[in-house]
């Protein structure tokens, strides 16, 4: 099993859609996640960090099942400009708090 | 403020010749990060330095692939030998000290890496 499983998509939605995308993760000593995104032939960027059950910020809410070793990320409202590469990060404990592990990404597109 | 600036944007080279790629961090971040992105795939990491730490080497994927940091800033990333199938962007990351918590890396633009 992948450290990080994310379906690659695409996503393709209207505006104004809801749309939510999971990412499995196979260690559980995982403690917090990252949600980067990445728009085309740009680099990532922090879209979001969850600490703990979950993390809202504005249109953007990722929930976090430990049980079943996932994280999800929801979007509401989705503007055209939400289109983009969505890599999900988890980072284990330990000696190595550097070296972070990325999904292969989800990709959305967001239409007229 | 000035992010993290990575140079040559492109790099076009001919297989057999060594390559060297540099990154110049964010001033007062003391974690540098190495990452390649192959077309359509994820980032696969490559190397990590912390400080005055040895650092963590166990992505390069061959003993043809080096990287340095000087005086804890700049560092620089070496393949040599270069083969077609390193031909990717390469990605540059810094942060603050890693530690309990979490610190964000920010990334440089990268540069892309073409081998013929």
């Known amino acids: 099993r992948k450290e990080v499983e994310q379906d690659p998509g695409p996503f393709n939605v209207p505006e104004g859609a809801t749309v939510a995308f999971n990412c499995t993760y196979s260690?559980?000593?995982?403690?917090?996640f990252f949600w980067y995104r990445q728009d085309c032939r740009k680099e990532p960027k922090l879209l979001m960090s969850v600490y703990s059950s979950g993390n809202e910020d504005g249109r953007f809410t990722a929930q976090l099942n430990r049980a079943s070793q996932y994280i999800s990320l929801l979007i509401r409202d989705s503007k055209l400009s939400d289109s983009a590469t969505y890599l999900c990060v988890p980072l284990a404990g330990g000696t190595s708090y550097g070296k972070l592990t990325f999904g292969q990404g989800t990709i959305l597109t967001v239409h007229p | 403020g000035a992010g993290v600036s990575q140079s040559p944007s492109n790099k076009v080279t001919e297989k057999g010749k060594d390559v060297e790629l540099r990154c110049d961090p964010i001033s007062g971040h003391t974690a540098l990060y190495w990452y390649r992105q192959s077309l359509g795939q994820g980032l696969e990491f490559l190397i990590y330095?912390?400080?005055?730490?040895?650092?963590?080497k166990s992505g390069l994927p061959s003993d043809r692939f080096s990287a340095e940091r000087t005086g804890g800033s700049v560092s620089t990333l070496t393949i040599q030998r270069t083969q077609q199938e390193d031909s990717a962007v390469y990605l540059c990351a810094s942060s603050l000290a890693p530690s309990a918590g979490m610190r964000e890396q920010f990334f440089g633009p990268g540069t892309r890496l073409t081998v013929l």
């Open positions: 260690n559980s000593a995982s403690q917090s």
């Open positions: 330095f912390q400080g005055n730490s040895a650092p963590d």
